[in-house]
């Protein structure tokens, strides 16, 4: 029966919400934009709904408007309102929704990660270097930060793959010993020789084999058609030592 009873009490608090009954607060989305958008709320809902704004309201604070600049009227009403229908969301609309519940601190952080990762993996890795900044920018992201730890080190090629790929940090160090180089020389970038294999213009060249049967790569300790030196060793270097190496264009 109580169980009844809190459920009726929770449906009516959302309808007196939805209905704009007895308002007292005004809520100002993308304040100064074209896509600016007001509500009237409730004090005592949004203080219970979210850690945001009961900072907000604390202390007898009498404010009469809150303004909420990064947060679109949509996602606002969608994650207060009680109507967040993840199922037919593309993964940047269920993005923004996350961003949105993470500013508002609402608990639905966690359980919108989820879904994100486990419906939209294949989006997360063709927009790796957005969702890589993203998830180290807020401490609560910790499920897209293993998201993006566990593919760069079990399928590393898709970061590379990746449409944002170019826009990883110059320091990106997920990878180990990992060297993101700019190309110099485009028309030397690789190329293949009959006398020997594989190279990055004369920055690695991949030698041999030998007298003794061994395939080498030598790697020049002072680049030319890369900005920087493409492998943290010096002159020759086992070919079973060869290392992935990508081009991509921007």
């Not at 009873?5 to 209905?19: C, I, K, P, R, V």
């Not at 970061?159 to 030397?188: C, G, M, W, Y």
């Not at 300790?221 to 990508?246: A, G």
């Amino acid at each position: 029966m109580s169980a009844q009873l809190y459920q009726t009490l929770g449906e009516d608090l959302l309808a007196s919400f939805n209905e704009k009954r007895y308002t007292d607060i005004t809520i100002t989305t993308e304040q100064g934009t074209p896509n600016a958008r007001t509500f009237r709320s409730h004090r005592f809902i949004l203080y219970s709904r979210s850690q945001y704004f009961r900072e907000i309201l604390s202390d007898g604070n009498d404010i009469e408007n809150i303004e909420l600049p990064d947060i679109s009227g949509e996602i606002f009403e969608d994650l207060l309102g009680g109507k967040v229908n993840l199922g037919h969301r593309s993964g940047s609309e269920v993005l923004d929704l996350l961003l949105g519940a993470e500013k508002l601190a609402l608990d639905l952080v966690n359980s919108i990660q989820s879904f994100i990762i486990e419906q939209h993996g294949n989006w997360l890795n063709e927009h790796f270097a957005h969702i890589h900044h993203v998830s180290n920018k807020y401490e609560t992201f910790e499920q897209l930060r293993a998201f993006c730890a566990h593919t760069v080190n079990n399928t590393p090629e898709v970061v590379f793959l990746a449409s944002d790929f170019t826009n990883l940090p110059e320091k990106f160090n997920d990878f180990q010993e990992a060297i993101l180089s700019r190309v110099n020389v485009v028309s030397k970038a690789v190329s293949w020789e009959l006398e020997y294999g594989p190279s990055f213009g004369n920055d690695l060249i991949m030698i041999g084999p030998n007298l003794q049967k061994r395939c080498l790569c030598n790697v020049s300790n002072l680049p030319q058609v890369y900005e920087k030196k493409l492998r943290n060793s010096s002159s020759e270097f086992e070919i079973v030592d060869y290392e992935v190496y990508q081009i991509r264009t921007k």
